[in-house]
């Protein structure tokens, strides 16, 4: 079993599904997490009721951009302001070629922006490079040296 888990943020349940199906396939017994949207993100991250050895066990959170309540880019802008969790690998993982959401995306910190493909066998398969790369070949700060307290712990609970 990997000892990091994965945070899917995706509000698609066929998308999830085949992520959550493909991610299973790529990690060694990886926990993964899946969140519906912008603000479920937040919360679990932030919120009044988050873990913070939850957050801590996280090894990279797969995000797409066009979420419901609050979208992809503005839960990236909020993980890289808070100490807690700007250390954290954030790879947006969305069907949207827009020049301009690619740009916003590396400028607010992205770690890394990869284009969904239709084909079933090729989701799968870049899945599985992203579980590799970031639960295997990544290597993450020590938890004793990330913050555990937010500073703005429960300000984006709505």
Do not use: C
Not at 55 to 61: A, E, K, Q, S, T
Not at 139 to 153: F, G, I
Request: no cysteine; hydrophobic share 40%.
């Amino acid at each position: 079993m990997d000892e990091y888990s994965i945070l899917v943020v995706e509000d698609n349940p066929d998308d999830q599904v085949l992520t959550v199906r493909a991610l299973k396939q790529a990690s060694n017994g990886s926990e993964i997490i899946v969140l519906e949207d912008g603000q479920q993100a937040i919360d679990f991250l932030f919120g009044p009721n988050s873990d913070p050895d939850a957050v801590l066990r996280l090894g990279v959170v797969l995000m797409d951009i066009k979420l419901p309540r609050v979208n992809g880019l503005e839960v990236l802008r909020t993980i890289r302001a808070e100490p807690t969790t700007n250390w954290l690998p954030v790879v947006m993982v969305t069907s949207s070629d827009e020049p301009g959401e690619q740009i916003e995306a590396y400028r607010l910190g992205a770690n890394s922006y990869v284009r969904k493909p239709v084909d079933f066998s090729e989701f799968t398969n870049h899945m599985r490079i992203l579980a590799s790369y970031w639960l295997q070949v990544n290597r993450l700060p020590p938890p004793e040296l990330v913050p555990k307290t937010p500073q703005t712990k429960g300000i984006f609970s709505g």
